[in-house]
């Protein structure tokens, strides 16, 4: 068994795409994956299992609830790795947001220089892009205009305190695998 990481995109948010996490839980069981447990009920989830992919669960999720949720899973090792390479060292975790995308993202620097804060800084790494916004994200214009400066993905975003805290929760399920 290993330990792996679910991100749900946009579930539970405005009070769209309802899943009580009870329910999130119980469906992961049914694919054999063991010791779930949710963070926040905005998409985020640890389990342990033998193998486990983002399509299994985003087509039981669409059994289930009737919600084409947009998904990824990863392994410990990778999720570590994603999480380790954020470049920023912020006084406050919730001032960085890092946006997981679902493949190899474009960065448009046109659109990012006509969206960004002189106070911002965002930079890709990989399949992932991390956004530094020390006046906060929900002052921040480049968050509303993401799509149109991180191009040929799909993304979800999480802050630097659900990221670390999902490595923590990761650490507990690869404990008791």
Same mark, same amino acid.
């Given at each position: 068994?290993?330990?792996?990481?679910?991100?749900?995109?946009?579930?539970?948010?405005? $009070? #769209?795409?309802?899943?009580?996490?009870? /329910?999130?839980? @119980?469906? =992961?069981?049914?694919?054999?994956?063991?010791? &779930?447990?949710?963070?926040?009920?905005? $998409? #985020?989830?640890?389990?342990?299992?033998? /193998?486990?992919? @983002?399509? =299994?669960?985003?087509?039981?999720?669409?059994? &289930?609830?009737?919600?084409?949720?947009?998904?990824?899973?990863?392994?410990?090792?990778?999720?570590?790795?994603?999480?380790?390479?954020?470049?920023?060292?912020?006084?406050?975790?919730?001032?960085?947001?890092?946006?997981?995308?679902?493949?190899?993202?474009?960065?448009?620097?046109?659109?990012?220089?006509?969206?960004?804060?002189?106070?911002?800084?965002?930079?890709?790494?990989?399949?992932?892009?991390?956004?530094?916004?020390?006046?906060?994200?929900?002052?921040?214009?480049?968050?509303?205009?993401?799509?149109?400066?991180?191009?040929?993905?799909?993304?979800?975003?999480?802050?630097?305190?659900?990221?670390?805290?999902?490595?923590?929760?990761?650490?507990?399920?690869?404990?008791?695998?």
């Amino acid at each position: 068994m290993q330990a792996y990481v679910a991100l749900l995109r946009g579930i539970n948010v405005g $009070g #769209n795409n309802k899943v009580p996490m009870a /329910e999130l839980k @119980a469906l =992961a069981a049914t694919l054999g994956w063991q010791n &779930a447990k949710t963070y926040i009920a905005s $998409g #985020n989830m640890t389990f342990a299992a033998e /193998e486990a992919d @983002a399509a =299994a669960l985003q087509s039981a999720m669409k059994s &289930a609830f009737g919600l084409d949720i947009p998904t990824l899973v990863y392994d410990r090792e990778t999720f570590d790795a994603l999480a380790n390479s954020c470049p920023f060292d912020p006084e406050q975790g919730k001032h960085v947001h890092g946006f997981f995308c679902f493949s190899r993202p474009t960065v448009d620097q046109d659109a990012l220089a006509q969206f960004k804060a002189e106070s911002e800084t965002l930079t890709a790494s990989g399949q992932i892009v991390w956004l530094h916004a020390p006046d906060g994200i929900g002052r921040s214009k480049l968050v509303e205009k993401m799509h149109k400066v991180t191009t040929g993905t799909d993304t979800t975003a999480r802050n630097l305190n659900t990221i670390r805290k999902l490595q923590e929760m990761l650490d507990q399920t690869a404990d008791g695998c």
